[in-house]
C-alpha cells in the first residue's frame, strides 16, 4: 500500500522525491585515516575509551586500541616520529595485557626508528630494561638501563632513572659494589635535593650490606647537612624535603648494623 502511494505521487507529480531513509554517521574511529598523525589520534581515542570498562570489554578495548596503533608503522612507515611513538603506546598496551613477548618486540621497533635523542628511545630502553629485571634476566636489565643513562639530548628525568634501575638491578643479583658505584653516580646527578634524600637511602643501604657503617653514617650525616635547612622552611619545596627525610629507612637501618656490631 506505502509503496503504491509513492508510485501514484511520483506519476502525478514528476518533480516528487520519495523520502530517504536516515544515514547512519560513521565514528571517527571507523573512518580510514589520511595521515600517520591522524591515525595516531584515533588509536589514542580507541585508547581513551577504555576508561570505566572491565573485564572482557576492557580486554577488547585495549586490543582494539593496539592495532589502531599497529596501523600507524603498517601504513605510514616513513613517518619515524610518529610511528615511534605509536609503537611505544602500542608496547605500553600489550604490557599491560601481560604480552611481554609482543610488549617487547614493540619496544624494540621503536629503537629501529627513534634517534638515541629522542624521548619515545630512551623510555622505550627503560621499559625494555623493566621487562628484563621482571623476567630474571638482570645482566640485559642493566645493559639497557644503561644504554638509556648514556642517552644524549634527553631528559635528565630519563637518564636517573637509568641510573636508579642499574643500582637497583644489581642489589637484586646481591651485586653490592655494583649497585653502591652506580648508586654514587645517581647521587651526583640528582636533579633536587628529594632525588638525592632517595639516592643517597639506596646508597647507604648499599654500604651497610657491604659492612661500611662508618661510611654509610657519614653519608647520612653529610645529606642532612646539605637538605634540613630547606626542610626547615615554610615552603612547599621545604614540606616535601621533610617528608622524605622522615620516610628515608637509613636511620633504622643505620641503627640495626650499629647495635649488631655490639
Given amino acids: 500500500m506505502v509503496i503504491h502511494t509513492i ?12 523520502p530517504q531513509p536516515p544515514q547512519k554517521s560513521i565514528p571517527q574511529e571507523e573512518l ?29 578495548q585495549l586490543r582494539q586500541a593496539a592495532q589502531a596503533f599497529a596501523r600507524v608503522a603498517r601504513d605510514w612507515p616513513h613517518n619515524k616520529g610518529v610511528v615511534a611513538e605509536a609503537c ?25 626508528v627513534a634517534p638515541s635523542h629522542n ?25 639497557f638501563y644503561q644504554r638509556a643513562r648514556d642517552c644524549k639530548g634527553v631528559s635528565l628525568r630519563y637518564q ?10 644489581w642489589a637484586l643479583g646481591l651485586a653490592w659494589a655494583a649497585s653502591l658505584s652506580a648508586t ?18 639506596w646508597q647507604i ?5 657491604m659492612g661500611r657503617v662508618k661510611e ?27 617528608k622524605t627525610l622522615g620516610r628515608m629507612k637509613a636511620p633504622k637501618r643505620l641503627a640495626a648494623a650499629k647495635k649488631a656490631q655490639h
Wanted: charged share 30%.
Fill in 7 to 18: 508510485l501514484c505521487l511520483c506519476l502525478a507529480n514528476p518533480g516528487f522525491a520519495p
Fill in 32 to 60: 580510514p585515516a589520511t595521515s600517520a598523525a591522524e591515525q595516531l589520534a584515533v588509536a589514542k581515542k580507541i585508547k581513551n575509551a577504555v576508561r570505566g570498562k572491565k573485564g572482557e570489554e576492557r580486554f577488547r
Fill in 88 to 112: 611505544f603506546r602500542r608496547g605500553e598496551i600489550l604490557r599491560s595485557l601481560g604480552e611481554a613477548g609482543a610488549a617487547r618486540g614493540a619496544f624494540e621497533d621503536v629503537l629501529e
Fill in 119 to 143: 624521548d619515545f628511545g630512551v623510555r622505550a630502553l627503560l621499559e625494555l630494561g623493566h621487562l628484563c629485571r621482571r623476567a630474571q634476566q638482570h645482566k640485559d636489565a642493566v645493559a
Fill in 160 to 169: 636517573n632513572d637509568g641510573r636508579e634501575w642499574i643500582a637497583r638491578t
Fill in 184 to 201: 654514587e653516580d645517581w647521587v651526583q646527578h640528582a636533579e633536587g635535593p628529594v632525588e638525592r634524600i632517595h639516592a643517597v637511602d
Fill in 205 to 209: 643501604h648499599a654500604l651497610l650490606q
Fill in 216 to 242: 654509610a653514617q657519614a653519608a647520612l650525616d653529610a645529606l642532612l647537612g646539605r637538605v634540613q635547612v630547606l626542610a626547615a622552611a615554610p615552603t612547599k619545596e621545604g614540606e616535601q624535603v621533610k
